[in-house]
């Protein structure tokens, strides 16, 4: 069965952690993808060669591999040039994500040099996009999947705080490829509808990776009840 077809209907887990974060570290993370695989994940999407080799050697689950670089003059920075997809093709990165957006690239590569680059060397593509006309574009370009990774990340796409739902919808319908739907997506119902509406699977990252970020929702949640039953007891 080929990757496409494990991860079909399922739920991948995001599992990165940035230098600025607890839980950073490859020996982490493969911990996480470890915990992620008992739970259920048909896949893991990882950031960096170094963390792509410790999740490999630590779950029997696809990896897809990313590299979040940042260089001067470009906003592009999830696997931006050929240099990060060697990395990730060297670490044995099951499949690649990489930026598909048509924003200026570093190095004076362009979308299109990127994904030939990656065909030349067969492997499987991942185009993370933002709105319509990106995945529309990066399908013609001969990428193997497309996911929403991108909408509200770019300024050009909505951000309207959840899931767009609206741009899986549409695209499902437009692509004949695979579409990942991915981004702010937080609970099991989100990821259900998202199913519902036509993606090929769904990627969770912080709803389930970020114990920080889960652990300020409550805490959110709680000092807003407090304060609710607090006014409520002054007004009785």
Known sequence: MNLLERVRHGIIVSCQALPDEP??????????????????????????????????????????????????????????????????????ADMIAFDATRRKRPAGQTLESLIAYMRSRDILMMADVST???????????????????????????????PDFGLVEQAAKKLRLPLFAEGRIETPEQARQMLSLGAHCVVIGSAITRPQLITQRFAAAATKGSAQSHGHEVKN
């Open 23 to 92: 839980l950073h570290g490859s020996a982490m993370m493969a911990h996480m993808a470890k915990a992620a695989e008992q739970g259920g994940a048909v896949g893991i999407r990882a950031n960096t060669g170094e963390d792509v080799r410790a999740i490999k050697r630590a779950v029997s689950l696809p990896v897809i591999g990313i590299v979040k670089r940042e260089y001067e003059g470009s906003e592009v920075y999830i696997t931006p040039t050929s240099n990060e997809v060697d990395e990730l093709a060297e670490a044995g």
């Open 132 to 162: 319509l006309e990106e995945a529309v574009y990066a399908e013609k370009l001969g990428v193997n999947c497309v996911s929403t990774t991108l909408s509200g990340y770019t300024s050009y796409s909505p951000t309207g705080g959840g």
